[in-house]
């Protein structure tokens, strides 16, 4: 069922897809939990992974990724409060899809926004129009520099976007909580990379891989999930021209849009991705605690302040 209302769901995700959360599980050392709700005229399935912990158990989308109810229709309100109020008794952190109209709203609300670049209407000569000037001289530098835009084809190129990849983490310290593994990398390619869900591109110049990006399609909703670019090939027009290639393939495959995902609240990333003529969409990250987080949550708060009066 949970496949099949995937695919029902126009604005349904990569994210939220059995895929997704079969390659993610075990490096979230996590279980796969989908949860269904039905009622008489519409099904729902809200795809959740789920840590144990010693006292209560954690529901949440792998890597802080799109989740949300995908549904054979749009549910009626108190279809929605039904389900939040079911969420309440558990922990549970999830980024509602902002796309979805079946959006759940939980105890607490985080306020973000995803970078989109709308497709419907466009043509191919119109991709660059709203980026801003120096970006557009950058794709073009990027094309006088002989930087060549490819698909990975053998899983050396996994190895190789890897290794492009652990450079740039040098030019994020302190700012990056984690990085992924390069096993994450090898499964995605290894279990998604043969369908038509996923692309790696690879940015190259004189046969060396300088840059690349894995990019998710489900749906009419492509998603850039994951880019990198040597340090030193930003003044090249690398990563200009890979997310030009990235967006003209998308409109040529008729995706209704092209995601650029939320930047983490890193400036620089966001400035980057509005050079591109991107639109910011708003999205909320829900969060229910269980009655013992609760708790757990209120004695933390407290011992910290007790410790400053006994000192």
């Not at 796969?32 to 010693?54: G, K, Q, T």
């Not at 939040?84 to 985080?110: H, R």
Request: net charge positive; charged share 25%; proline share 3%.
């Amino acid at each position: 069922m949970w496949r099949q209302l995937a695919s029902r769901d126009a604005s349904c995700t990569f994210f939220q897809t059995p895929d997704w959360l079969k390659v993610t599980a075990e490096f979230e050392h996590a279980h796969i939990h989908p949860l269904l709700f039905e009622w008489s005229e519409v099904r729902a399935v809200l795809p959740l992974l789920r840590r144990r912990r010693i006292l209560w158990n954690r529901y949440f989308s792998p890597f802080g990724t799109y989740s949300g109810l995908i549904a054979s229709g749009v549910l009626r309100a108190e279809q929605l409060t039904e389900v939040a109020e079911y969420l309440s008794g558990f922990s549970v952190l999830l980024v509602n899809n902002p796309f979805s109209q079946n959006k759940i709203m939980l105890q607490e609300s985080l306020a973000d926004f995803t970078s989109v670049v709308f497709l419907e209407g466009r043509d191919e000569k119109s991709v660059m129009a709203d980026w801003e000037r120096d970006a557009r001289r950058m794709a073009r530098l990027g094309d006088k520099n002989g930087v060549q835009i490819r698909l990975a084809t053998v899983e050396s190129d996994i190895a190789a976007y890897d290794n492009v990849y652990r450079q740039t983490l040098n030019r994020w310290t302190g700012k990056v909580r984690s990085a992924y593994p390069l096993a994450l990398f090898h499964k995605l390619w290894t279990e998604v990379g043969t369908t038509s869900s996923l692309r790696l591109w690879v940015a190259e110049r004189k046969g060396v891989v300088e840059g690349g990006c894995f990019v998710f399609y489900h749906n009419r909703h492509a998603v850039l999930w994951h880019g990198a670019t040597l340090p030193e090939s930003y003044a090249l027009g690398v990563t200009q021209l890979l997310y030009r290639e990235i967006v003209l393939d998308a409109l040529r495959r008729e995706f209704a849009l092209c995601d650029f995902n939320p930047s983490s609240g890193l400036t620089g990333v966001r400035a980057f991705k509005k050079s591109l003529g991107t639109w910011e969409v708003d999205l909320s990250v829900q969060i229910a605690r269980s009655p013992l987080s609760q708790v757990m949550q209120k004695v933390k708060a407290v011992l910290p302040s007790r410790a400053k009066e006994q000192s």
